[in-house]
């Protein structure tokens, strides 16, 4: 058992172990798809998987571009960080425990996009996830998913997930089905920057390529 200190009102336990089928899927998943943890931190939230975008042109509120083809960061909750919150029996719970978890591991974000090279050419954050409520505070947008049938899949794979780590599995998730419903949630690099670490002359790189998005410069 990890408890953080810092006031927080959970700890962090050894989730109980996965089927054999279902580790041997994550671990080849996760090195197919060159998914690492953000920080060496066992409870760290946030693990980042780069990739290319593909899809429409997406225009931030900050008028960032994202066009097809660009540098993204993929990210992924981790199971190790998440999967005691969906243990706790109230909702609200839940919630205020992601975003404590949150509220500590957004400004590592920042501060990795600030500081480490292999991030500077990233043009975009990225996610598809469930737990999209009150990400804005971050800086992220939330977009829905164009395909109706994209919706549907990814919510479906993402519920399962998470029945899958909740000890009442489909009891705990079933009921909230109308709200869980996947999202696209977007940032630009310099946005995150902006709120939880001063731009340098390292962040100027890898924003150089965005001002020719458009003829203003954004």
């Known amino acids: ?49 780069p990739a290319r975008h593909h899809g429409s042109p997406v225009t931030l509120t900050d008028g960032h571009l994202i066009r097809p083809g660009d540098p993204i960061l993929e990210l992924h909750f981790r199971r190790e960080a998440l999967g005691p919150l969906l243990k ?3 909702p609200a719970r839940l919630a205020l425990g992601l975003l404590q978890l949150a509220d500590r591991d957004i400004p590592r974000l920042a501060r990795a996009l600030r500081d480490r090279p292999e991030f500077y050419p990233i043009q975009g954050l990225h996610a598809l996830t469930l737990f999209h409520r009150g990400i804005s505070r971050y800086g992220f947008e939330v977009r829905e998913i164009e395909s109706p049938l994209a919706e549907r899949w990814f919510t479906w794979w993402q519920q399962t997930l998470m029945a899958r780590d909740h000890p009442l599995g489909r009891r705990r998730v079933d009921p909230h089905r109308t709200r869980l419903i996947a999202r696209h949630v977007w940032c630009s690099p310099a946005e995150l920057i902006r709120r939880y670490g001063s731009p340098n002359d390292r962040a100027s790189l890898r924003e150089a390529p965005s001002a020719e998005c458009s003829p203003d410069g954004r």
């Open 88 to 90: 706790q029996p109230d």
């Open 1 to 49: 058992m990890h408890c953080r200190a810092g006031g927080d009102f959970f700890c962090f336990r050894e989730m109980t172990p996965l089927p054999l089928y279902w580790r041997l899927f994550e671990a080849a998943f996760q090195r197919a798809c060159r998914i690492v943890p953000l920080d060496p931190d066992p409870a760290c939230l946030l693990a980042v998987q």
